[in-house]
Structure formats: C-alpha cells, structure tokens
C-alpha cells in the first residue's frame, strides 16, 4: 500500500511513541490528565485513519474483478 511505503507511518508512529512517555509522567507526578487525554485522542484516530486506509485499499483491490464481472455479463 502507497501509504505504507511513505515515512509518513513511520513519522506518525514515531510521534505517538514519543508523546506517551511524558504523557504517562505528567499524570504520575501531577494528576493532569490533560496530554494524557490528547495523546488517546490522536492515537485512536491514527487507529481510526488506518483502518479506514486499509478497506479503501481492499475496495480498491477488488476494483478490476468487478469489472471483469462487469464486462463478462
């Protein structure tokens, strides 16, 4: 899939693994949810972005055997 072959899952995932640590710190030595918070929000919509990725990619599989289909009626 063309967006798994960019860097930019790489630079995504990168970025959540660096905001979880010091997310998980703040609420430890502080009781502030608050980047706690942020950081579930952006990691359930990359979790949202790459599921819905993935069925565009195997909608967009099943294009040419739809046409075959169509073409052979």
Request: glycine residues 2%.
């Amino acid at each position: 899939m063309i967006f798994e072959e960019s860097n930019l899952t790489t630079i995504c995932e990168e970025c959540l693994t660096q905001m979880h640590e010091p997310a998980h710190r703040l609420v430890q030595h502080s009781g502030d949810r608050s980047l706690q918070s942020r950081y579930e929000a952006h990691k359930d919509r990359w979790e949202a972005l790459r599921r819905a990725l993935q069925l565009h990619h195997m909608n967009l599989a099943q294009v040419p055997e739809r046409w075959k289909q169509y073409n052979q009626k």
